[in-house]
């Protein structure tokens, strides 16, 4: 009974493995994505001035959605941004929340 409960096992465990090898490929190909992504961060790491060929270098294409309500100046819209190597970056929330408010008070001190 032990016997084939280990046989089991290690059946289900060698159908894993090419599985398993799949993803060990992928997590490889992601960590030199994002070597080549820190080489290209570290070369313009004290850019002066925000040029096309700066952004050709850096973004491989921008995605733009419509609009939540048409024709209207303060509907939110959603743009994706994808960076050469890593892909879409995703902001984290805390730092949405923050620029949100810090651009609310910006825009009502402007109307003030």
């Not at 050469?84 to 009502?108: C, K, L, M, S, W």
């Amino acid at each position: 009974m032990l016997a084939s409960d280990y046989t089991d096992e290690q059946k289900e465990l060698e159908l894993q493995i090419p599985t398993l090898w799949k993803e060990i490929e992928a997590l490889k190909s992601e960590c030199v994505n994002t070597q080549k992504f820190l080489d290209v961060v570290n070369k313009y790491l004290y850019i002066e001035e925000l040029t096309p060929s700066v952004l050709r270098t850096f973004i491989s294409k921008i995605v733009i959605h419509q609009r939540d309500k048409k024709h209207s100046k303060t509907a939110t819209q959603k743009i994706d941004i994808y960076f050469r190597y890593i892909g879409q970056f995703a902001v984290p929330n805390d730092y949405n929340n923050t620029y949100n408010e810090e651009y609310t008070t910006e825009n009502a001190k402007r109307t003030a």
